[in-house]
């Protein structure tokens, strides 16, 4: 069975500090993607960052940049200089080759003034 | 700027009505999802879509119909609503091109009272 497993419901960071939001996820095949998805409070899913398995090299985005460890099947978000608006839902995601898409529950992300 | 529009943000239904829940994509999409979302259970898929007359179940269809007679509309149907099905509802469309994600429509908030 494919899952994506997000181990933290919530996280707080200060503004402007660093922040990863950790994801687990098990598949049997060896060509997929994972996302990570943000959803603001006002709900529209958006996009922040993809990443390839045939790619080594980590993914980035301006501020935001994963760990992807194939071998252990982890794939960490960073957020650096955690702003206001980053304050979000965000969540983990895995597409197979039949193009569906399996999310993790969601980490809730506080932001700290 | 491309979109997924759901027709309704906020709806209130009784038990036992009818419901429809649309979703119009204007990006020439060939895949079409809906998906549930619950606190602490995240994105459940309920049905896609892969063509025209083209619907799949998904891993929580029972309850829940769909139509799809063209390319850029994905109507979900709720035979006989019930409490149970108070929710949010997210549609989604795709390319074949998996790199791109899913776009999400703003969702909708069902209340089944």
């Known amino acids: 069975a494919q899952t994506v497993t997000q181990s933290q419901p919530e996280m707080s960071v200060q503004e402007a500090e660093t922040v990863t939001l950790s994801c687990t996820y098990d598949?049997?095949?060896?060509?997929?993607?994972l996302f990570w998805y943000k959803q603001p409070p006002s709900r529209q899913m958006i996009l922040v960052i993809r990443?390839?398995?045939?790619?080594?090299q980590n993914a980035t985005e301006n501020r935001f940049s994963v760990n992807f460890q194939k071998a252990a099947k982890s794939f960490s978000l960073k957020i650096s200089d955690s702003q206001l608006g980053d304050a979000a839902m965000y969540f983990c995601?895995?597409?197979?080759?039949?193009?569906?898409?399996?999310f993790g529950k969601g980490t809730r992300l506080h932001i700290l003034p | 700027d491309v979109k997924v529009t759901q027709s309704s943000r906020y709806l209130v239904k009784r038990t036992g009505e009818k419901v429809f829940l649309e979703c119009v994509q204007d990006?020439?999409?060939?895949?079409m999802f809906w998906y549930r979302q619950d606190p602490g259970l995240g994105l459940r898929l309920i049905y896609f879509?892969?063509?025209?007359?083209?619907?799949e179940k998904g891993d929580i269809p029972e309850g829940y119909s769909v139509s799809r007679e063209k390319k850029e509309r994905f109507s979900l149907i709720l035979e006989s609503a019930s409490t149970n099905q108070t929710s949010m509802y997210l549609c989604a469309s795709s390319t074949p091109r998996r790199e791109y994600g899913y776009t999400f429509g703003s969702g909708t908030r069902l209340t089944v009272v």
């Open positions: 995601a895995l597409m197979n080759r039949d193009d569906k898409i399996i």
């Open positions: 598949t049997s095949e060896s060509d997929y993607y």
């Open positions: 990443q390839e398995a045939y790619k080594q």
């Open positions: 879509s892969y063509d025209v007359k083209m619907k």
């Open positions: 990006m020439d999409h060939e895949n």
